[in-house]
């Protein structure tokens, strides 16, 4: 069946999306049985706890009205652990912890009610006590206290006590075996985690307080991930000291003596309680590291350092555990969403605890990525993974090129991969190329790449959006008179800062929760990132000419195609006036513009209804502006500047 591209009728709905939206994460495992955390979108994003027993048997632990998520750093992580039996969890909506045991019953809450936020959880046994990152907001007109405290779990409740001080920031606190030493990480203003932070190691007295604290790794220009013990008490960290984020134990001692080329044992912090290592027994670790992109699994002889690849097919992601005969991970194919896994390491088989949702595909619908390297400004290289449009039934007229989606991911520090997503099939499967573009400073490519967006946002992850586009189109794989560019917050800021300082490349665009004006931002957000722009443009106020030159709210003049703005209403990363003030220039410019915002979200949509209308909105969107009909039944979005639009 000969259709155009964009009409192609696909058996994937926004439905079918959302239904995917199920993300897993924060695996542990305890005396056998295996935790993980489902946040779900049919139930308004609600975070909860899921137990698989060794029978196989699952229940879950929070019940209806009990979510389990932390708003330290407003991102979260490390939200709960499984300590001696018992789970102990932060309920986003008071922030509290509770304690939930093992046999079921009521939850008891472990701290007080206050404005105190709790994550990234290690349990204290010798004591009975967790020691946490705790994010005190207690203070009017000042930014939040962060500290490390212990809290007791036979004092009833409490707001626990404070066991080290002074830094902006901590996380990973982490208990040696034998009760003795904590390790924890920390770092200051205007450092990101994966900028530097320093690895500092105490003692705990009889009393419980730290003793001979020093510092032990790191620095401002180092980023130590990670830290924790081996069963017999060696300290292990990651560290990117020589470029590259790799596994160390004590005295800087390389825990791998054969790392693969170009490979990063790190993930750039920006949630808690992520790891890329764990012991299995006393003479194995598992390993997670990527290189070009794509991420795999190995395990490492702890006394020889050799590592042997776990050829699986599998790109972990954030959460790792292990015991001594497997390893428990989330992880997805190219072809297979993310699931909850149990490998054994014994044999290679893999045990899937919870299957994430996907639709029934035959491998003919599915889109593969290829990895692709072009070039960019500056006589440097840019990486991306391309979905060419597929279908089992339907192909385009012989002359006719691919709309296609350039997308940026958010952070700026963050990655995409190659690992399955139903969103992007979603456009592929209807006739739409991607490209899903790692532009410069985005991590897993070493820190010199990482920081060649150093005082460059919105400028070379601009030109390499471009330039991917360029690539794909002087390839014949893309039309360019519908080339489209979208992303999500720092993703719509480098879409936004592509209209307007490269106008007439794009034709459309997409931007959900994105930043219009970043001179707002460095004003008006959270203590975690309230520096982070120092590094990525310059120092606010003194360079307030830069940022006002880097804000595309000030160039809408420049403005030359459609676009369509997402929002949740209460996004406190990301505040709405952002989009608000650009649909308002847009609108007075005369350009289509569509803006949409949803009550009761925050940064990032996690309610199945919100995902759904977006999606089919922006398909809705694209239709208008480029004079298609999609196949599929879509309410109609209002687009201003538009005589067609309903």
């Given at each position: 069946m000969i259709k155009p591209y964009g009409t192609w009728p696909s058996p994937i709905s926004a439905g079918s999306v959302a239904a995917q939206g199920v993300r897993f994460g924060s695996?542990?495992?305890?005396?056998?049985?295996?935790?993980?955390?489902?946040?779900?979108?049919?139930?308004?994003?609600?975070?909860?706890?899921?137990?698989?027993w060794p029978d196989g048997r699952h229940d879950e632990l929070t019940p209806q009205g009990f979510n389990v998520r932390t708003r330290v750093h407003e991102y979260g992580g490390g939200a709960y652990i499984v300590a001696d039996g018992r789970v102990y969890f932060v309920n986003f909506?008071?922030?509290?912890?509770?304690?939930?045991?093992?046999?079921?019953?009521?939850?008891?809450?472990?701290?007080?009610?206050?404005?105190?936020?709790?994550?990234?959880?290690t349990y204290d046994?010798?004591?009975?006590?967790?020691?946490?990152?705790?994010?005190a907001h207690s203070r009017p007109g000042r930014e939040p206290e962060t500290t490390l405290v212990a809290?007791?779990?036979?004092?009833g409740e409490t707001a626990g006590t404070v066991i080290a001080s002074g830094a902006d920031f901590y996380s990973t606190p982490r208990v040696s075996p034998d009760g003795s030493r904590l390790a924890w990480l920390e770092w200051r203003h205007p450092q990101?985690?994966?900028n530097g932070t320093e690895l500092w190691v105490a003692g705990i007295g009889a009393n419980g307080a730290l003793t001979g604290a020093s510092r032990v790794a790191g620095?401002?220009?180092?980023?130590?991930?990670?830290?924790?013990?081996?069963?017999?008490?060696?300290?292990?960290?990651?560290?990117?000291?020589?470029?590259?984020?790799?596994l160390y134990h004590s005295d800087y001692q390389p825990a791998i003596v054969n790392p693969p080329a170009a490979a990063e044992f790190g993930r750039p912090q920006w949630i808690f309680e992520t790891a890329t290592w764990a012991f299995a027994g006393p003479s194995t670790i598992v390993v997670s590291y990527t290189t070009h992109g794509r991420w795999h699994l190995g395990v490492v002889d702890a006394a020889t350092g050799v590592m042997s690849p776990l050829a699986l097919g599998l790109e972990p992601r954030e959460w790792l555990t292990a015991t001594e005969t497997h390893a428990c991970v989330v992880a997805g194919t190219t072809r297979t969403p993310d699931?909850?896994?149990?490998?054994d390491l014994r044999s290679g088989s893999i045990e899937t605890l919870q299957a994430g949702a996907a639709p029934d595909l035959d491998e003919a619908w599915i889109a593969e990525p290829e990895r692709i390297e072009f070039p960019t400004g500056n006589g440097q290289t840019a990486h991306a993974f391309v979905y060419p449009p597929r279908h089992a039934e339907c192909t385009a007229p012989r002359d006719e090129r691919p709309p296609l989606i350039v997308i940026n991911h958010g952070g700026p520090t963050t990655a995409t991969t190659a690992r399955f997503d139903v969103a992007i099939q979603y456009w592929t499967t209807r006739g739409f190329a991607v490209v899903d573009v790692n532009y410069r400073g985005s991590s897993g490519y070493g820190r010199a790449y990482r920081q060649l967006l150093n005082g460059q946002w919105g400028v070379v992850d601009v030109e390499d959006a471009i330039n991917a586009a360029r690539y794909l189109v002087e390839q014949g794989r893309a039309d360019p008179r519908r080339l489209i560019i979208r992303g999500g917050s720092a993703g719509g800021y480098t879409a936004l800062a592509a209209l307007v300082f490269h106008p007439g490349v794009f034709k459309a665009a997409a931007s959900y929760y994105g930043v219009s004006d970043v001179e707002v931002l460095a004003r008006d957000t959270h203590k975690f990132e309230s520096r982070y722009l120092d590094t990525l443009i310059g120092p606010y106020p003194q360079a307030r000419e830069l940022y006002r030159a880097r804000s595309p709210i000030h160039?809408?003049?420049?403005?030359?195609?459609?676009?369509?703005?997402?929002?949740?209403?209460?996004?406190?990363?990301?505040?709405?006036?952002?989009?608000?003030?650009?649909?308002?220039?847009?609108?007075?410019?005369?350009?289509?513009?569509?803006?949409?915002?949803?009550?009761g979200e925050q940064h990032g949509f996690r309610k199945a209804e919100t995902i759904v209308r977006s999606l089919e909105a922006e398909l809705f969107f694209y239709g208008a502006v480029f004079g298609f009909a999609p196949a599929d039944r879509i309410a109609p979005v209002h687009i201003d500047n538009l005589p067609s639009s309903t």
């Open positions: 695996v542990a495992v305890d005396r056998g049985a295996v935790y993980w955390l489902e946040r779900r979108p049919h139930e308004g994003g609600r975070g909860a706890l899921v137990r698989r909506q008071d922030q509290r912890v509770y304690c939930a045991d093992a046999g079921g019953g009521a939850l008891r809450p472990v701290t007080v009610s206050n404005d105190c936020f709790y994550a990234d959880f046994a010798p004591r009975n006590r967790l020691i946490a990152v705790r994010e809290i007791p779990l036979d004092a990101m985690p994966w620095g401002p220009s180092e980023s130590v991930y990670q830290p924790g013990w081996s069963p017999d008490g060696r300290l292990f960290f990651v560290s990117d000291r020589d470029g590259w984020w790799k699931s909850v896994m149990r490998i160039f809408v003049d420049r403005l030359s195609c459609a676009l369509i703005l997402f929002q949740g209403l209460e996004d406190r990363v990301v505040p709405p006036n952002q989009s608000e003030m650009m649909a308002e220039a847009a609108r007075r410019k005369g350009l289509p513009v569509a803006y949409v915002a949803f009550e």
